[in-house]
């Protein structure tokens, strides 16, 4: 296989289902055949499934030649019993159960939500997901292959991108074109706000953590994980305004939905099978200040270049280290004042991003800061003016991120 095969570990698949459909000594025609099948993967589709239908077509009349089931009854000797030989019956290329990807889902979580779908036919979660993706890993969230995603895309019968929209891979361009997405793809390519045990994978990674919100797994129509909780920078859940959990409530186990023993559509401890929707709702004042945490990056995203980046993310890096627990990043997130920002979140390289990232820090949503500048009056000659805040040419409706609310420490949220 050559070193920048870019179907990876798929090719040595699609080599020997060439062999075993058609075998043959040339070449020549071994290459046509895999070249065929790697084009009708790179499309999404199942390439046995297209070999066996495209076969007539392919050969045109002298698909004749090749080996087929018998059409007509075979007599056994004596005389006395008929056999007619069934046809080969085919396999289904797609999956019975077809649960679609949630907008903000994590590919983890879909994977178990098909799982949990496919019960019926006496499917375990974690057998399920070894089943699809042809073994498991330490993080399936960043190590799914793209051949992989091509495939399970085609038997879910959903886009592609959507699907990969779920994973946390480094990749060139944002796996979500969502603000959000924006954002999260500048923390993947930094490599250091991914949440992680002290305890290493077989690649020296730090096994992975994934936070809940109780709240939202009571209320979800399809209970989830959120691709967001992954993440060092996320500690409260700005819809509901509690704390995150990134243990199991009763026995401290580490969440791991491929994991757990129930089959229920409400995700489980793998250890003690304890519901992670029965958690205690930890209520906290600090949901504007992630708000305020949240703008601050989508600023950072989208107007700010990657090489004035770096004190940035530094600092960052620096306070919301991705071996603390929960509890420790939520209390350093108690002290994000706006009044010193600066100290949180570094000083901007260029002045005219400094207006901005203030009133953010101050609670302004993100989605409204181009009008408010617009509305402001024109400062005298000397004073920094803002860029033009402008939305991204492409992304989905921006969510709600304190409208108009400011940074106190003395308000209470609303009561969820």
Not at 101 to 121: G, K
Not at 185 to 191: A, P
Not at 296 to 306: C, D, K, S, V
Request: with cysteine.
């Amino acid at each position: 296989m050559a070193p920048n095969d870019r179907f990876g570990e798929d090719a040595t698949r699609l080599a020997r289902a060439a062999e075993a459909w058609l075998p043959t000594d040339d070449p020549t025609a071994r290459a046509m055949i895999l070249a065929f099948l790697r084009q009708a993967a790179a499309a999404g589709s199942d390439p046995i499934a297209e070999l066996r239908d495209g076969m007539t077509r392919w050969f045109g009349s002298r698909a004749a030649m090749l080996p087929s089931p018998r059409s007509g009854p075979v007599r056994v000797a004596g005389g006395t019993i008929v056999l007619e030989p069934l046809a080969t019956l085919r396999q289904p290329t797609m999956w019975p159960h077809r649960p679609k990807r949630l907008p903000n889902e994590l590919f983890s979580s879909w994977l178990w939500r098909s799982a949990v779908a496919a019960v019926a036919a006496g499917a375990q979660p974690r057998q399920f997901a070894h089943d699809a993706l042809g073994g498991l890993s330490d993080d399936i969230d960043q190590d799914v292959a793209p051949a992989t995603l091509r495939r399970l895309a085609q038997v879910s019968g959903q886009p592609l991108e959507h699907l990969a929209g779920g994973t946390l891979s480094v990749t060139e361009s944002p796996a979500q074109d969502t603000m959000e997405g924006l954002a999260e793809h500048i923390l993947l390519q930094d490599g250091r706000f991914l949440l992680g045990r002290q305890a290493r994978d077989r690649l020296g990674r730090h096994l992975p953590v994934l936070q809940y919100c109780p709240r939202c797994l009571q209320t979800d129509l399809r209970p989830h994980f959120r691709r967001s909780w992954r993440f060092a920078l996320a500690m409260v859940c700005t819809e509901h305004g509690c704390r995150l959990h990134d243990l199991c409530w009763r026995c401290g186990s580490t969440v791991a939905p491929l994991e757990q023993r129930a089959i229920n559509v409400q995700p489980h401890c793998p250890a003690c099978n304890a519901p992670l929707a029965e958690a205690r709702v930890i209520a906290t004042r600090l949901r504007l200040r992630q708000q305020a945490l949240n703008a601050m990056l989508f600023y950072l995203a989208a107007h700010i270049p990657a090489a004035e980046r770096g004190a940035h993310l530094d600092t960052l890096a620096f306070r919301f280290g991705p071996g603390a627990s929960v509890a420790e990043r939520a209390q350093k997130l108690a002290g994000l004042r706006a009044t010193a920002r600066n100290s949180w979140f570094a000083t901007p390289v260029r002045p005219q991003h400094a207006e901005p990232l203030r009133m953010l820090a101050e609670g302004l949503a993100y989605s409204g800061l181009a009008k408010t500048m617009q509305r402001r009056p024109r400062r005298p000659h000397g004073h920094a003016q803002l860029a033009a805040v402008e939305p991204l040419p492409k992304h989905r409706p921006l969510p709600k991120h304190g409208v108009g609310d400011k940074l106190h420490a003395t308000r209470q949220p609303t009561a969820s």
